[in-house]
Nanobody
């Protein structure tokens, strides 16, 4: 079992930055690939970024590539999402998720555990 708790969300103006954190419980955190997703009101859950268990492989949605960076610290059982140059269309609830798959995956149904999410609001 893995429990995930996100933090770091908030309200920021367009062009600003936020750093999200996702703290995981359990001693097996380092064996899970991790992902960040987001969901805006009335929209489907959308893939944002993912990172392999070692941190050696990452992948991003085209909409955030070059602006967002995913990283992890296995010693701290934490995964991060650094978000720069934020846009109003980035407004959503951001959720982190863990998957036991070996490869980095982008589809929600491949993930086994989910956090509750943290709200990010970007004003124009």
């Amino acid at each position: 079992q893995v429990q995930l708790v996100e933090s770091g969300g908030g309200r920021v103006q367009a062009g600003g930055s936020l750093r999200l954190s996702c703290a995981a419980s359990g001693r097996t955190f380092s064996t899970y690939a991790m992902g960040w997703f987001r969901q805006a009101p009335g929209k489907e859950r959308e893939f944002v970024a993912a990172i392999s268990w070692s941190g050696g492989s990452t992948t991003y949605a085209d909409s955030v590539k070059g602006r967002f960076t995913i990283s992890r610290d296995n010693a701290k059982n934490t995964v991060y999402l650094q978000m720069n140059s934020l846009k109003p269309e980035d407004t959503a609830v951001y959720l982190c998720a863990a998957t036991s798959t070996i490869v980095v995956v982008t589809t929600p149904h491949k993930y086994d555990y989910w956090g509750q999410g943290t709200q990010v609001t970007v004003s124009s």
